[in-house]
């Protein structure tokens, strides 16, 4: 799987923003997906997971209620909409794939088989 990530950019703190992550092959619908993040001088964390079918989702806590996760198993593309951003938000974000054969959710990096080269998310104060 060939992942390629877009959609970030520089927005005003309070500001929406929306990533979108395309993937390449037939087999799409056998992947859960994440979004991670990795901001300057600290480790990557997940921000979002999402199921194969997309019927579950995991946020990270510091982002519960300002994003969401979505995905178009038809179009091959996971999203992930940012609202309320704040400069905390600030890192490079990269969307990942780990093939499952069951509906859960990964949420470990290690899960992750299969990364985007990132998108750079900045919020200004």
């Known amino acids: 799987v060939q992942l390629q990530a877009s959609g970030g950019g520089l927005v005003q703190a309070g500001g929406s923003l929306r990533l979108s992550c395309a993937a390449s092959g037939r087999t799409f619908s056998s992947y859960s997906m994440g979004w991670f993040r990795q901001a300057p001088g600290k480790e990557r964390d997940v921000v979002a997971a999402i199921s194969r079918t997309g019927g579950s989702t995991y946020y990270a806590d510091s982002v519960k209620g300002r994003f969401t996760i979505s995905r178009d198993n038809a179009k091959n593309t996971v999203y992930l909409q940012m609202n309320s951003l704040k400069p905390e938000d600030t890192a490079v974000y990269y969307c990942?794939?780990?093939?499952?054969?069951?509906?859960?959710?990964?949420?470990?990096?290690?899960?992750?088989?299969?990364w985007g080269q990132g998108t750079q998310v900045t919020v200004s104060s």
């Open positions: 990942a794939a780990g093939h499952t054969y069951s509906g859960s959710v990964l949420r470990r990096e290690i899960e992750y088989g299969y």
